[in-house]
């Protein structure tokens, strides 16, 4: 396959291995119970203590999907791309020839529990990035390892994410 056949431009395809993004940020109760209330999400590990501590913590925790949401921030809504990402944790990957992108799927795996005030710090690394062919014609997936550990440096959580782009 010739350089002008392919969807991934020299460019994108250098940063495999790379760090695309790193956030540092503070995880605080009221924040994710505010975040858990509004998606429905009424675990008692999340606001009450004493059943947090009957179950093995040391009080409640932060629900394990909010940890993104604590560190990554809000967007400027002038710095969106059309399609509503923002870029700045897929490490601004261009692939002009494939401008669209949607989420391609997420897995977590969960180590340790965040509490209060814990400073947990996200490394997202690209992990792959290779053209395949699909129904609907050649598309990009695009693959990447984030790591979530807190101030003691320990494991909090880890995901695989992917994402799509298409001419």
């Known amino acids: 396959m010739s350089p002008d056949d392919t ?11 790379t760090v695309a993004a790193s956030a540092t ?18 675990n008692p590990l999340w606001f009450d203590p004493e059943y947090a501590r009957a179950n093995g913590f040391r009080d409640v925790t932060c629900p394990p999907l909010y940890l993104q949401y604590a560190i990554l921030g809000v967007a400027q809504l002038d710095e969106l791309r059309p399609d509503g990402s923002s870029g700045a944790v897929s490490g601004s990957l261009a692939f002009p020839r ?22 947990i710090e996200m490394v997202r690394t690209i992990e792959s990035i290779v053209e395949k062919h699909g129904r609907s014609g050649p598309f990009v997936l695009v693959t990447w390892r984030t790591v979530y550990h807190n101030q003691h440096r320990e494991l909090v959580a880890e995901a695989s994410t992917s994402m799509i782009a298409r001419p």
Do not use: C
């Not at 940020?25 to 998606?39: K, L, M």
């Not at 494939?98 to 814990?118: I, L, N, Q, V, W």
């Open 98 to 119: 494939a401008p669209k992108r949607m989420a391609g799927g997420e897995s977590f795996t969960f180590h340790a529990p965040a509490y209060h005030r814990d400073e």
């Open 25 to 42: 940020g503070e995880v605080n109760r009221r924040d994710w119970q505010r975040w858990a209330a509004a998606v429905g999400d009424r």
């Open 7 to 17: 969807l991934i431009d020299e460019r994108s395809a250098a940063r495999v291995g």
